[in-house]
């Protein structure tokens, strides 16, 4: 009878035993299982996680570090390489020489935006494409050519139909810095700019009397051209950022990316307090042979008894800053503008 009973007991407590390894282990099995659909899923948000910009035509759905990006925006090479970004294609006719992109051959030449080579795009197999300025143009037929990848128009209008410019400017650079930030995870990197960028502007600013005359000109092929405010390439949208006094105003101005033809002796009559200079050629192929913009300006008579050359009061652009407008390049300008603007 007593065995009988602990039979019976030692069987019950067997059934026991096996029912709690029974449900241990079906609750790593499912511990498991969750852990695992969890984890697909991440890899699947990363993969396929996106950022919506807003462009020149409205707002996109961009990938966030894109696999193949092929860059034709002069205003974010700088920024792409500072920041560690591979590209696929660029065009090399136009960057600045010591573009880190100029001299990696695994970056293939577009060319200009003159006589591109398109077809290039199209059998990269890009996922994005950045448009933007001397490209712009292209923008539909790029996407004709690319339907698989997110191509965006960083484009933005500092030219004489512009209302506000030199808003344009400040605004048009610091938002695509963000929108970079935003595509290839460096938004720290993007806040820092542009907080760099304001404080130069704010010190520039401060830096300007808010009596002297400015005359702002670009240099090219030895020639002397004038570079109207408000419009005028990359100094025109300057005026309204600082409230610069023109030396001079001129009937038809444009942003012509030489300068107006305005006569030497009208620009050495208005006789500015300081004349600011873009060397053109000094970022481009053939710089080596042309006449630096320095000394076209020391060597032009009809300038100078000018107060801006008696005082020297000549501030000259980066050297690279026709073929790279970054917003670094505008930083480094800005902050040559403070400094000598307040000696």
């Not at 205003?75 to 010591?98: C, H």
């Not at 806040?191 to 760099?196: C, G, I, K, S």
């Not at 980066?318 to 800005?334: G, K, M, R």
């Amino acid at each position: 009878m007593k065995k009988s009973l602990g039979l019976k007991v030692m069987g019950l407590l067997s059934v026991l035993v096996l029912a709690a390894c029974t449900n241990t282990n079906d609750t790593k099995s499912d511990t498991s299982k969750a852990s695992s659909s969890s984890a697909v899923v991440e890899t699947s948000e990363n993969t396929n996680k996106t950022v919506e910009i807003t462009d020149a035509h409205g707002t996109v759905t961009v990938p966030v570090n894109p696999e193949t990006v092929i860059s034709l925006d002069n205003r974010t090479f700088e920024t792409l390489s500072d920041w560690g970004i591979e590209l696929a294609a660029a065009p090399k006719d136009v960057m600045y020489a010591d573009s880190p992109y100029v001299s990696d051959e695994a970056v293939q030449n577009i060319g200009n935006h003159r006589e591109p080579n398109l077809e290039i795009l199209a059998a990269a197999e890009p996922d994005l494409v950045i448009v933007g300025q001397r490209f712009a143009g292209y923008y539909e037929e790029i996407k004709e050519l690319v339907p698989n990848a997110t191509v965006i128009d960083l484009t933005f209008d500092v030219s004489e139909e512009a209302d506000k410019p030199g808003e344009n400017l400040v605004n048009g650079l610091k938002d695509a810095t963000v929108s970079l930030g935003q595509i290839f995870d460096k938004e720290a990197e993007a806040t820092q700019l542009n907080a760099d960028f304001d404080e130069a502007i704010a010190k520039a600013k401060d830096a300007y009397n808010g009596t002297d005359t400015i005359m702002s000109v670009i240099v090219s092929g030895g020639n002397i051209g004038f570079s109207a405010p408000h419009s005028g390439r990359v100094w025109g949208p300057m005026y309204e950022i600082f409230g610069w006094i023109p030396a001079l105003e001129a009937d038809g101005s444009t942003s012509d990316h030489q300068g107006d033809e305005v006569s030497v002796e009208a620009i050495a009559q208005s006789n500015p307090d300081w004349i600011f200079v873009l060397d053109r050629d000094a970022a481009t192929s053939e710089a080596s042979e042309s006449v630096p913009a320095q000394d076209v300006i020391d060597e032009s008579p009809a300038l100078q008894n000018t107060t801006a050359i008696t005082e020297k009061q000549i501030v000259y652009a980066p050297a690279d800053t026709y073929t790279n407008e970054s917003i670094q390049t505008y930083l480094e300008l800005f902050e040559n503008l403070a400094t000598t603007l307040a000696k």
